[in-house]
């Protein structure tokens, strides 16, 4: 790429004797880009993107006047171009895409051209983090046996993994083992500016990434601008195309004030996930400011940045500042701190004191001394509860009848009822991140042990510490051994109940909750707690901080209060209340001051992308392309089998039928479920019929690879609500116009017998949740053509896009309920060809059972010409792939 430089903004930066040269925003502004300086922070890393990618085609002068043009009553609507340094990957998302890889590199070979031009263009790094499940828990040994099953169900998939790091360039594996990918970046993988050589020069530019997880944006918090999208849209990325992007609004949270004794992080981040949840922030980004901001630890702005999916923000940013630095310090990354100051403070990128407000778009303010003690439940983590409430709202969600019925447990010293707590979780890189949190936790269970306190019996506990250097500082101070009295023993080093694989319940306990239809729950210091998501036998889900989860395990019932019921009784038969074993502040400061220093993460991160004996033995079969042998794991994937040079012209929707209608708030774990695999589901029988015993299901994040399982497992969360299915929850729909009620699997392979094409009907908010691209993938293999909702989350939009599948969305004031839909209709876009542009008009008719018609219009949420192309060749990948055939 040659950079024009219109703007004469190429500078050089001497740090330590060393110069680097970059593209200078003071410079640009003084020579025409007025208002620079105004921007917000976030804005500016784009702006600086845009200046060292300047060529006249991907990035022009107008895309670099209408940043500069933002705040000003000229700022137009404008897509952009932007360019990551690099991508982070985990393995749930992360091998299907190097599987996609592989299969276009067979058809690039079937095609006439070269396998080896399907290569990365920027850097990747993989961890494998989402594979270990908890089947053990609550004993010393449950690390290593959880690890053993890991490595013995994934065998297949870790050797392709292995053929990939030699078969693609710039192409970096973190073992399993190692911890989570969000926390591993902030960690250690991140640079803040990163440096790079070309031609014998020394470049520095902001370290910019694009994670295939939605919770990217935890990089956020050390003043890195990152993402998440899904693995079709980074796969694109990857092999050289641009992220295209509609230029956001940037909504400015003032924090003023600090927190209150006792209030912790968690507590904020859920507040200000309610909050902006209200204020509807999705596709914006967020940027936070004022002096409550500048007095958070650094972990405090990655636990706050990491739930940015939740309240529906692209991006939650920190600018950089004397924090940032000091972390990296803390770290074990002092040789960064040189650059990175002298960079910021020379792009106008550095926050202190005396910095001005930027201008934004608009502006939240929140009090920090107002923040309460809350959890989030009991299925979104925008409903957030104060803790003294949440007994109420657990009441509330409880069945009406027998609220107060408990029942024995066949084989055990106990009872369960409707309100307890079977699973208690301190999992996920949003709190486990954070060591304030985590030591609060380990003295929490101190102090309740040293009063004699236990948890309950029917409590599965598990710790899953998001990096090794987590179990390190625990097991340093001491404090491991008392959350091993708790049974909150290691499981394993990642994301474990967070993402769904919180492994079996005891069977008795199994028994008890589905013969007695008992309305059980699980508590987590996780992110998520969609409906289905936890846990397939836990209706209630309730995040909350490592120490609350560590209280709620002793206390054993989500019905109670917190904040004035005991936990239970000491050794003397005196009540022992929260307040009563809750650390102060003061304690959990002097542990992080002596127990946690560069050391550790020198240590531990020193060898991180060796792996063990068990990794390094892996067998690697294939060269530039796969060797794809019969596996239950790993198949060729589809996608690319009918794919040629040529491109067909777009086809008219006719006569379509729509496979699911569904309310607000569908998420992605409800469209293509992550954790267990129901046996009684067609996923299931289809691997009960193909010889895989239910042992051996492993879970749908690790059978990504095999698509035959995978579109039998779209639509099959066991809460999914479908209004086709008069009130049955599961997988379950109505083939039209027979009126039968089958799986949806089933009703889309009779659709595809009868050549019928299919629609999606939606409420609000539809797709939100995990970047999952199988809620795409499964979708399209489905036969359906598009989706039509009121609104669409951001990541699954653009994963539709993705995979070819027409995201639409009603008009203001209409809906499925105004239009009344019900199944029986059929749904006609005619001359779909000539209406497609971003934010158009889709003409659409709607045809009803009883022969009546109606004309209506839908918004194309094609947002950028570029998905406009994407889609037209039927996917991104497929635009790729036809660009490099072309060009050879």
């Known amino acids: 790429m040659t950079n024009r430089n219109s703007f004469d903004c190429v500078d050089d930066l001497n740090v330590d004797g060393k110069t680097y040269r970059y593209f200078s925003l003071p410079k640009a502004e003084a020579n025409g880009l007025n208002r620079l300086s105004r921007l917000p922070f976030s804005l500016k890393v784009l702006a600086e993107n845009l200046l060292r990618h300047e060529d006249g085609v991907a990035a022009s002068t107008d895309d670099l006047q209408a940043m500069a043009d933002w705040s000003t009553p000229k700022r137009a609507e404008r897509d952009i171009a932007y360019f990551p340094s690099r991508v982070v990957m985990p393995d749930s998302s992360g091998i299907p895409l190097l599987a996609d890889f592989a299969a276009m590199r067979d058809a690039m070979k079937r095609l006439g051209g070269d396998p080896a031009d399907i290569n990365p263009a920027i850097n990747i790094d993989f961890i494998v983090d989402h594979s270990v499940i908890v089947d053990h828990a609550g004993s010393a040994d449950a690390l290593d046996r959880n690890m053993a099953l890991e490595f013995q169900r994934n065998e297949e998939r870790y050797a392709f993994l292995r053929w990939a790091q030699d078969a693609f360039r710039r192409l970096r594996v973190i073992p399993p083992g190692a911890g989570i990918i969000h926390q591993v970046n902030l960690e250690h993988l991140a640079r803040v500016v990163w440096t790079e050589e070309r031609d014998g020069v020394a470049y520095a530019f902001p370290d910019c990434v694009l994670g295939m997880d939605s919770h990217t944006p935890m990089i956020n918090g050390i003043g890195i601008l990152g993402w998440g999208c899904g693995g079709i849209e980074a796969g694109a990325t990857i092999l050289g195309e641009p992220i295209s992007m509609r230029l956001p609004d940037v909504i400015g949270v003032r924090l003023t004030g600090s927190l209150r004794e006792g209030v912790?992080?968690?507590?904020?981040?859920?507040?200000?996930?309610?909050?902006?949840?209200?204020?509807?922030?999705?596709?914006?980004?967020?940027?936070?400011?004022?002096?409550?901001?500048?007095?958070?630890?650094?972990?405090?702005?990655?636990?706050?940045?990491?739930?940015?999916?939740?309240?529906?923000?692209?991006?939650?940013?920190?600018?950089?500042?004397?924090?940032?630095?000091?972390?990296?310090?803390?770290?074990?990354?002092?040789?960064?701190?040189?650059?990175?100051?002298?960079?910021?403070?020379?792009?106008?990128?550095?926050?202190?004191?005396?910095?001005?407000e930027p201008e934004f778009t608009d502006i939240v303010e929140i009090d920090l001394t107002g923040i309460e003690s809350s959890m989030a439940g009991p299925h979104r983590p925008h409903d957030r509860v104060a803790l003294s409430k949440v007994g109420e709202s657990a009441n509330a969600a409880l069945p009406i009848e027998n609220r107060t019925k408990r029942v024995p447990v066949q084989g055990k010293p106990f009872s369960l009822g409707h309100g307890d707590l079977v699973l208690a979780a301190i999992t996920s890189c949003t709190n486990t991140s954070n060591p304030s949190v985590m030591l609060a936790a380990g003295l929490l269970a101190k102090k309740a042990m040293d009063r004699g306190l236990t948890a309950k019996p029917w409590v599965k506990t598990s710790l899953a510490p998001g990096s090794r250097v987590v179990a390190d500082y625990l097991q340093a101070t001491g404090l491991q051994d008392a959350l091993d009295a708790l049974g909150f023993h290691v499981v394993g080093f990642g994301c474990t109940t967070c993402m769904g694989n919180s492994g079996p319940l005891d069977q008795a306990i199994t028994r008890a909750i589905d013969d007695e239809d008992l309305a059980v729950g699980a508590a987590l210091s996780g992110n998520r707690n969609f409906e289905g998501r936890i846990h397939p036998k836990c209706r209630l889900?309730?995040?909350?901080?490592?120490?609350?989860?560590?209280?709620?395990?002793i206390a054993g019932n989500l019905s109670i209060n917190l904040?004035?019921?005991?936990?239970?009784?000491?050794?003397?038969?005196?009540?022992?209340?929260?307040?009563?074993?809750?650390?102060?502040?003061?304690?959990?400061?002097?542990?992080?001051?002596?127990?946690?220093?560069?050391?550790?993460?020198?240590?531990?991160?020193?060898?991180?992308?060796?792996?063990?004996?068990?990794?390094?033995?892996?067998?690697?079969?294939?060269?530039?392309?796969?060797?794809?042998?019969?596996?239950?794991?790993?198949?060729?994937?589809?996608?690319?089998?009918?794919t040629e040079?040529?491109?067909?012209?777009?086809?008219?929707?006719?006569?379509?039928?729509?496979?699911?209608?569904?309310?607000?708030?569908?998420?992605?774990?409800?469209?293509?479920?992550?954790?267990?695999?129901?046996?009684?589901?067609?996923?299931?029988?289809?691997?009960?019929?193909?010889?895989?015993?239910?042992?051996?299901?492993?879970?749908?994040?690790?059978?990504?690879?095999?698509?035959?399982v995978m579109i039998r497992g779209t639509f099959a969360n066991a809460r999914f609500r479908n209004e086709l299915a008069d009130g049955r929850e599961g997988s379950f729909t109505r083939h039209m116009p027979s009126n039968d009620l089958m799986t949806v699997y089933d009703a889309a392979m009779r659709y595809k017998q009868e050549d019928v094409p299919l629609v999606i009907v939606a409420g609000q908010d539809y797709g939100a949740g995990s970047s999952r691209d199988w809620a795409a993938k499964g979708t399209r293999l489905l036969g359906v053509h598009a989706v039509i909702a009121e609104g669409l989350e951001r990541i699954h939009r653009a994963n539709l896009v993705g995979m070819g599948v027409l995201p639409l969305q009603f008009k203001a004031g209409e809906n499925r309920e105004t239009l009344a839909l019900d199944g029986t209709e059929t749904v006609d876009l005619p001359h779909l060809a000539d209406h497609l542009q971003p934010h158009g008009d889709i003409p659409c008719r709607i045809t009803y059972a009883d022969g009546r018609v109606r004309d209506i219009a839908l918004v194309c949420r094609l947002d950028t010409a570029y998905e406009v192309d994407y889609y037209r060749n039927g996917g991104i990948l497929h635009y790729v792939l036809r660009n490099f055939l072309n060009a050879a």
């Open 264 to 356: 912790t992080t968690t507590d904020l981040v859920l507040t200000i996930t309610q909050i902006l949840r209200a204020k509807g922030v999705v596709q914006k980004f967020v940027e936070f400011w004022g002096d409550g901001a500048a007095s958070l630890t650094l972990p405090d702005r990655a636990t706050i940045a990491n739930m940015a999916p939740e309240y529906g923000a692209t991006v939650g940013y920190f600018p950089i500042d004397a924090e940032t630095l000091d972390y990296l310090r803390a770290t074990g990354r002092t040789d960064l701190v040189p650059l990175v100051e002298a960079y910021a403070k020379a792009q106008g990128m550095w926050r202190d004191e005396t910095t001005p």
């Open 541 to 553: 889900n309730y995040i909350g901080s490592p120490p609350l989860v560590v209280a709620y395990a």
């Open 563 to 642: 904040m004035e019921d005991p936990l239970g009784d000491d050794a003397n038969g005196q009540p022992v209340y929260l307040r009563d074993v809750w650390p102060t502040q003061q304690e959990v400061e002097a542990l992080t001051r002596t127990a946690i220093g560069p050391d550790l993460y020198e240590r531990r991160y020193a060898d991180v992308f060796a792996g063990d004996e068990k990794w390094q033995a892996l067998p690697v079969r294939g060269g530039t392309t796969f060797d794809w042998a019969p596996s239950d794991y790993i198949r060729q994937p589809p996608f690319f089998n009918e």
């Open 645 to 708: 040079a040529t491109l067909d012209p777009v086809e008219d929707l006719i006569g379509a039928r729509p496979l699911v209608i569904v309310g607000d708030s569908i998420t992605t774990d409800h469209i293509s479920p992550v954790a267990s695999i129901d046996p009684k589901g067609p996923a299931g029988r289809f691997l009960i019929e193909n010889g895989i015993a239910e042992k051996d299901f492993n879970s749908y994040a690790a059978r990504r690879v095999n698509h035959d």
